[in-house]
């Protein structure tokens, strides 16, 4: 019944701008963690960001701090990430995860309870 869809990948060149949409459905999320993680083929799976439920604390990777903002509209249940000068470094199957209990540490992947399919973002040069 929980699901996760994203949307907003594609192919673009380094220093453009995409943004990430993730909408929830299944339940209400807005006492839950969101975060965002990534992966590249042959590679682990890589926090990049995260928000509090409420929405009033976020956290990113030093990769893409500055350049990446996490937000969430609690009416519709989304979450989006705003990526910005993005870098071939950037190119990977972006996943969207939700916690469903206050969690300790909001870095960690297995802190999350629920994940949609990845949307997958490639950055050319």
């Known amino acids: 019944q929980v699901q996760l869809v994203e949307s907003g990948g594609g192919l673009v060149q380094a220093g453009a701008s995409l943004r990430l949409s993730c909408a929830a459905s299944?339940?209400?999320?807005?006492?839950?963690?969101m975060g965002w993680f990534r992966q590249t083929p042959g590679k682990e799976r890589e926090f990049a960001a995260a928000?509090?439920?409420?929405?009033?604390?976020?956290y990113y990777a030093d990769s893409v701090k500055g350049r990446f903002t996490i937000s969430r509209d609690n009416a519709k249940n989304t979450v989006y990430l705003q990526m910005n000068s993005l870098k071939p470094g950037d190119t990977a199957v972006y996943y969207c995860a939700v916690q469903t209990r206050p969690r300790i540490e909001i870095r960690r992947e297995n802190e999350y309870d629920y994940w949609g399919q990845g949307t997958q973002v490639t950055v050319s040069s």
């Open positions: 928000i509090s439920g409420s929405g009033v604390n976020t």
């Open positions: 299944g339940r209400t999320f807005s006492s839950y963690a």
